[in-house]
Structure formats: structure tokens, C-alpha cells
């Protein structure tokens, strides 16, 4: 394929030619949201464990911990902190970041300035659906945690459910902390092409849609067949342009390469840092690039479906574009993997926020959630081969997380007649730190039965009865005899009667042929 593709008179195909950030393809992503909701999320189609589980969820809470230390040695403890994220997706991050940071805080037992944290998204079926989600009740009440639709393509306020008050240009006193997982690689970005110390505009063109018929968004997604055209522009070196600076190194440095450029997103926070007089911090992360070298001569971008879709996020973009103007920002060292995480301080005196950048270092730089989810996919594939010596402190190391504990249940379960006291007693304790900072999703029926089973071989029939009991409140196992049995046998050992009839009787309307449950009625009755 000719590179110099320097196309004025470009021979149409059958399908439509669009600059790339104008394509059909983001308002059927807009659809897609819109339409699917929170389910987009608890149906596993859009991935969110790796950005949303609890050791990812602790390393953020570590450094805005840090943010609030900083500010409080800088004597700024009376104004509020606005924690702003961006795309929240379905509300398991920022669940699990307030639960870590109150921990923190009140460990800690300091003075430190107030906060509220503020979930975002641009669909306002997913802000109903946080606000009435039974996890946030207890944080909305304590006045932690506001909501917010927010289009982060135009919108310049942001208009708070709870609060019933509208955040405006220059109100907030305090620097605006901003997180964005997965934010900056699903908005729309602009495609250019570097070739010969020129830029150009790289339109492209979908076939193999027809626009007649009642495709749904993510089958339109599915369908799409993408060409690429390109075109001389000019205007991204003009001198007018406001990321003329970056351009030119991209002119410089780079050849035959296709550039995904964040226009979008570098707006949305220029807009967002207008709303504090005191600039803003923003921890992000996302499968993108910083290096320079990753951007040398890439390839036309891969659209990965997963009923929406997802493309490389600039991250070197944003970072020039704000280290210009005075900003801090860090990346790893070390080349990621699977997820990318930065921080930037576009404050004033940056290096002062000590705590801050230290935490980042212990939590992400050392080692962090990219690192974590490497070694936890290897690891879910030796789970047969693994002792309670290695499970519990994996376990301990990622958070306690349900996931976890799900996936290698049988296994446990497998070593329990062999377990020390003390191994049984850090499961018992390892399951209620769990539950604790659980964010109720439609599986929790699966993990307090997980759980309750765990409790009921351990001998613990008391802890045992309360996680079967909330796993029967589930209505994916309301009908299970299992759970009934087992609640059956917890009642029994706590020689509570009545209830271990009425359950063991249960089971029997279930299943007439059920042995042990036949057995212990005719204990019972007799």
C-alpha cells in the first residue's frame, strides 16, 4: 500500500467518507450506552474487572489520601475536595474507593479537608441507577458521594443530583481530582497520518452497514467493514492551532505512522480544569500509549469490540500538552502490559504534593494493578497446584476479591481437611473483609453461597447461616436445594430446630429422592 497517499481526487467506494471523530461509529457507542445501561456492565460484555477490582481500587485510594494530606500541610482544610470521575462505568470503582479511603482516614485519625466524590456519565439511566444502587445508600447519607450527568463533549458545569446544586466555572477553591479508567480510549479522537514531515487527515469509510435496516448498535459495530482516505491538513500546523507544539514533534520524530489524537479529550479537561481556581489533578488509566516510540510507525487503529468498542488512548499527547504548561505527570517506568496508569498534577508548585507522588510510587510504580492482573491471570491457571500458603496471600495481596474467591472456592475447599487452626480463621476473616467492601452485583447470590458453603465446612455454622441466608434472598438461587440443605445442617449444628425442619422439608418439596436431607428429618422427627 502507498504511504504518501497525498489524495485530492480519492475514487469513492459504496460506503460514506467521514473525518474519523465524526463516524457514525461513536453515536452507535453513544447508542450502545444509552440503550444497554448499567447491564452493558453486569453482563460482562464491557470490561471492567480489570480497572474496578480492589487492588486497583486501594492504589487510588492511597493517593488520593496523599492529595488530601498535601492539601492539609498546605493549611487547606476547610473547602471541599471534588473527586470527579469520569465514565463510571457501573459503579464498582468508586464504591470500592470511598470504602478504602474511609478506612484510611480513619486510621489515620488527622485533620483532613472534607471531600465528596462525584460519579459521572454521559447516560442518565446509569446516575438513576447509582443513585438507588443499595451499596451507595450508606455513602450518599453521609454526604461522601453526589452524581452527575455529564457530556464530556460539550458540558462545562456539572449539575449534582443529591446536592441539588449546579458546580460552575471558578467555584470550587480546592484543585478538582479527576479520574478517568477507561475514559480517554472511548471518546472520540481524531486520526492523522505522519508521512514526509506532513499531516494529514485520515477520513474514513464504513461499508457494509445498511443504514435501511433496524440493526442494533452493536451489530452495526460488529458489521462494519473500514477503509481509510487521506487528505492534506494543513490546520493542525497552523499557528492557530492550540496543540501546534506536539504536532511538531509528531512531524519531526515520527514516519508512516497513524496518529490517534486526543483533540476531545484534551478539551474536556482544559473545561473541567475551569471549574477550580486552584487547577486540577487527574489519575488515570487506560490501555494507551507515552512513549513516543510506541506511535512510530503505527498501523491504521484496531477497533476492539466488546459490544461497545475501545482504541488506543494518546496518552503522550496529553501529557506534552500539560508538562508545557507547567503540569507533573508520571507513568511507569517500566512498559505496561494491560493497563496503563498516570498521574498528573496541573497545580501550582506540583512537587510539593509529596504524598501524592510518593503514594504513586509505592502503589503503581513498585508494583501495581497492570502487574497484579499479569500475575493473576497466570495464576488462575495453577490454582490446582497451589497450597492455602500461596491462596491466602494472593488472596490478601489483590484486595480479598470476590472474584477470587469464586474462581478458587473448590479448591479451598479441597484443602480445608488439611488446613491449621490458623489458616481457617484467616479465611473466616478473609470472607468478611470481602463482604465488607462487596459492591452488590447481580452475582452476589453466587459469592455468599460461595462464602456461606466455605463457612459451613469450617465449622463456623453461625457465620455460615448469615451468608446462605443473603445467598437465598438471591433470585438465582432461591429454588437451589443446596443452599437449603446446607442451611438445613447450619440450623441443626445450632440446634435450632424449627428452622433446620422447616429448610430440610424444603429441600424435600425440591428433591423427594435427597438422601441427607431425608436423613436428617428423620433425626429431626424423631
Not at 84 to 100: C, H, M
Not at 341 to 351: A, D, F, T, W
Request: proline share 4%; charged share 25%.
Amino acid at each position: 500500500m502507498d504511504r504518501k497517499r497525498v489524495i485530492n481526487d480519492m475514487i469513492e467506494n459504496d460506503g460514506q467518507r467521514f473525518r474519523f471523530s465524526e463516524a457514525p461509529v461513536w453515536e452507535w457507542q453513544r447508542a450502545y450506552y444509552e440503550q444497554k445501561g448499567l447491564q452493558a456492565w453486569t453482563d460482562n460484555q464491557v470490561p471492567q474487572y480489570i480497572t474496578s477490582n480492589p487492588m486497583i481500587a486501594t492504589a487510588y485510594a492511597e493517593m488520593i489520601f496523599g492529595f488530601l494530606q498535601d492539601l492539609a500541610a498546605k493549611g487547606q482544610t476547610t473547602e471541599t475536595v471534588t473527586i470527579l470521575e469520569l465514565g463510571a462505568g457501573v459503579g464498582r470503582l468508586a464504591f470500592q474507593i470511598l470504602t478504602k479511603l474511609c478506612e484510611l482516614i480513619d486510621y489515620a485519625a488527622t485533620t483532613l479537608p472534607p471531600f465528596r466524590y462525584v460519579m459521572t456519565d454521559l447516560a442518565a439511566d446509569n446516575v438513576t441507577g447509582w443513585r438507588t444502587h443499595p451499596s451507595m445508600q450508606p455513602l450518599i447519607q453521609q454526604g461522601l458521594l453526589d452524581f452527575a450527568q455529564f457530556d464530556a463533549m460539550q458540558d462545562t458545569e456539572l449539575n449534582l443530583t443529591v446536592a441539588d446544586t449546579i458546580i460552575r466555572p471558578g467555584e470550587l477553591s480546592q484543585p478538582l481530582l479527576i479520574i478517568a479508567n477507561y475514559f480517554f480510549d472511548s471518546i472520540p479522537q481524531e486520526l492523522i497520518y505522519v508521512g514526509e514531515g506532513q499531516i494529514f487527515e485520515c477520513d474514513v469509510m464504513i461499508t457494509n452497514i445498511d443504514s435501511s435496516s433496524n440493526l442494533q448498535p452493536v451489530e452495526m459495530l460488529e458489521n462494519m467493514e473500514l477503509s481509510y482516505a487521506y487528505r492534506p491538513a494543513p490546520e493542525y500546523s497552523a499557528v492557530d492551532f492550540p496543540y501546534r507544539e506536539v504536532i511538531s514533534i509528531y512531524q519531526e520524530e515520527l514516519e508512516d505512522s497513524h496518529i490517534l489524537f486526543p483533540a476531545a479529550g484534551l478539551a474536556c479537561l482544559e473545561r473541567l480544569e475551569t471549574l477550580s481556581q486552584s487547577g486540577f489533578v487527574l489519575i488515570t488509566a487506560d490501555k494507551g500509549d507515552h512513549r513516543l516510540d510506541n506511535w512510530k510507525f503505527a498501523e491504521p487503529p484496531e477497533f476492539v469490540l466488546h459490544g461497545s468498542f475501545s482504541l488506543t488512548a494518546n496518552y503522550h499527547a496529553i501529557q506534552h500538552v500539560f508538562e508545557q504548561r507547567g503540569a507533573h505527570v508520571r507513568f511507569t517506568s517500566h512498559h505496561y502490559k494491560d493497563l496503563n496508569i498516570g498521574c498528573m498534577l496541573m497545580v501550582e508548585e506540583p512537587i510539593t504534593y509529596v504524598n501524592m507522588r510518593l503514594a504513586y510510587l509505592r502503589e503503581i510504580e513498585r508494583f501495581g494493578p497492570d502487574d497484579f492482573f499479569s500475575i493473576k491471570e497466570w495464576f488462575d491457571h495453577q490454582l490446582s497446584r497451589m497450597e492455602l500458603k500461596q491462596l491466602l496471600p494472593f488472596w490478601r495481596l489483590g484486595g480479598y476479591d470476590a472474584e477470587f474467591l469464586i474462581h478458587s472456592a473448590q479448591r479451598i475447599s479441597d484443602l480445608l481437611p488439611e488446613a491449621s487452626d490458623e489458616e481457617i480463621l484467616d479465611i473466616q476473616h478473609g470472607i468478611h473483609i470481602m463482604w465488607s467492601s462487596y459492591y452488590t452485583m447481580e452475582q452476589m447470590g453466587d459469592i455468599a453461597f460461595v462464602a456461606g458453603q466455605l463457612l459451613n465446612e469450617m465449622g463456623m455454622y453461625g457465620d455460615a447461616k448469615h451468608f446462605l441466608e443473603l445467598a437465598l434472598e438471591s433470585d438465582e438461587v432461591k429454588r437451589n436445594s443446596a443452599v437449603l440443605y446446607d442451611l438445613a445442617v447450619c440450623c441443626y449444628e445450632l440446634e435450632l430446630e424449627n428452622e433446620a425442619l422447616n429448610y430440610t422439608r424444603k429441600v424435600l418439596v425440591m428433591e423427594p429422592d435427597h438422601e441427607e436431607a431425608r436423613s436428617m428429618l428423620e433425626s429431626l422427627e424423631g
